[in-house]
């Protein structure tokens, strides 16, 4: 099992900064690939960011690329979404997942909005 608590959201006001963190516990964080998902109210969950295990590689949807950047600390079990220039659009519950043994885990969210 792996437990994800997340936390840093909050209300900014477009084109402000906001950074999203993610504490894991319960095996081997460096064995997990981690990201970043979104949900609305009234949409589907969406896909934000991907790192891989030890940081090499990243991945993004193409409307937050550029504006915001995973990074994680292993040493720390942590994961971060920095997010700048903040638009009304990534208005959303931000949610962490993890992919490794075990499959797919998630956390509770994290509720950002943006005010325009």
């Known amino acids: 099992q792996v437990q994800l608590v997340e936390s840093g959201g909050g209300l900014v006001q477009a084109g402000g900064s906001l950074r999203l963190s993610c504490a894991a516990s319960?095996?081997?964080?460096?064995?997990?690939?981690m990201g970043w998902f979104r949900q609305a109210l009234g949409k589907e969950r969406e896909f934000v960011a991907v790192?891989?295990?030890?940081?090499?590689?990243?991945n993004y949807r193409n409307s937050v690329r550029g504006r915001f950047t995973i990074s994680r600390d292993n040493a720390n079990n942590t994961v971060y979404l920095q997010m700048n220039s903040l638009k009304p659009e990534d208005t959303a519950v931000y949610l962490c997942?993890?992919?490794?043994?075990?499959?797919?885990?998630w956390g509770q969210g994290t509720q950002v909005t943006v005010s325009s």
């Open positions: 997942y993890a992919d490794g043994p075990g499959g797919r885990y």
């Open positions: 790192i891989s295990r030890r940081g090499a590689a990243t």
């Open positions: 319960g095996r081997t964080f460096s064995s997990y690939d």
